[in-house]
T-cell receptor, first 115, second 112 residues
Framework: GAVVSQHPSRVICKSGTSVKIECRSL??????MFWYRQFPKQSLMLMAT?????????EQGVEKDKFLINHASLTLSTLTVTSAHPEDSSFYIC???????????FGQGTRLTVV | AQSVTQLGSHVSVSEGALVLLRCNYS??????LFWYVQYPNQGLQLLLK??????LVKGINGFEAEFKKSETSFHLTKPSAHMSDAAEYFC??????????FGTGTQLKVEL
């Protein structure tokens, strides 16, 4: 099946710094990618839809200036958590749909801890 | 709006016993339905999906699910649980465009 690679898998950063998370589709092109956040023992909540060559679409309640998304190519989307705070600590997961949109493949996730 | 409900946040079964994880959806249009499994600190792996056609869908690791439109359900089953099945399971739905709506998840525990 298609492969989506997410990096880094874990990151610890100091409060106030920024962290960049990369999501790559390794063997297919993805004009759209999705970014989810998962708090401990909770479900995945969609944060935003990343669109290649255009602005991302954010879900209600998600601060676009805090969670910067860039989809510069057909195989790479990045999520930057700016001025991170401890409450941003979470598990972030990206996904990319395949052609035909009948399935989405997920990255391995990134465990962000802000101290 | 679409929603997905998973009954039971925790399910415990004995090894070799039947696994039944419940999922109900609400949607104004027939959705695509998915079951994903998540192991600790990992991403999601697709177990199976229903798009169109046969309503009984077989997936990996011996899991299967049946789409029942009249009951708006897509329950996940496995005849005989194995210790390696212990994980978090998520039911999800999309009406198209691949923007998934997830259920709250069910933690499956398998005991000896």
């Amino acid at each position: 099946g298609a492969v989506v690679s997410q990096h880094p898998s874990r990151v610890i950063c100091k409060s106030g710094t920024s962290v960049k998370i990369e999501c790559r589709s390794l063997d297919f092109q993805a004009t759209t990618m999705f970014w989810y956040r998962q708090f401990p023992k909770q479900s995945l909540m969609l944060m935003a839809t990343s669109n290649e060559g255009s602005k991302a679409t954010y879900e209600q309640g998600v601060e676009k200036d805090k969670f910067l998304i860039n989809h510069a190519s057909l195989t790479l989307s990045t999520l930057t958590v700016t001025s991170a705070h401890p409450e941003d600590s979470s598990f972030y997961i990206c996904s990319a749909p395949t052609t035909g949109n009948t399935e989405a493949f997920f990255g391995q996730g990134t465990r962000l801890t802000v101290v | 709006a679409q929603s997905v409900t998973q009954l039971g946040s925790h399910v415990s079964v004995s090894e070799g016993a039947l696994v039944l994880l419940r999922c109900n959806y609400s949607s104004s249009v027939p959705p695509y339905l998915f079951w994903y499994v998540q192991y600790p600190n990992q991403g999601l792996q697709l177990l199976l999906k229903y798009t169109t056609g046969a309503t009984l869908v077989k997936g990996i690791n011996g899991f299967e699910a049946e789409f029942k439109k009249s009951e708006t359900s897509f329950h996940l089953t496995k005849p005989s649980a194995h210790m390696s099945d212990a994980a978090e399971y998520f039911c999800a739905a999309t009406g198209g465009g691949n923007k998934l709506t997830f259920g709250t998840g069910t933690q499956l525990k398998v005991e000896l």
